[in-house]
């Protein structure tokens, strides 16, 4: 299991779009300002779940990325 920081971004829509479109379900959080996908990966996961994230996150970053003030 580990944390791994976001860009700033719609958290809310990513987690969303990553269980709909990819079907990864991935806990994200807010802490000290910042964005966390909580990932850990069981017995029943394998090569394919990871590789899922990975695409997903590759994709939908850009989408829903905030511009920085």
Known sequence: MFAAEMPRCDIECLKARLYDEYRVEVPAI???GRVFLRVSFQ???DRADAD???RGLKAL???VA???A
């Open 30 to 32: 807010r802490w000290g």
């Open 66 to 68: 905030l511009a920085v």
């Open 52 to 54: 899922a994230l990975l």
């Open 61 to 63: 970053l850009p989408e």
């Open 43 to 45: 017995a029943y996961n």
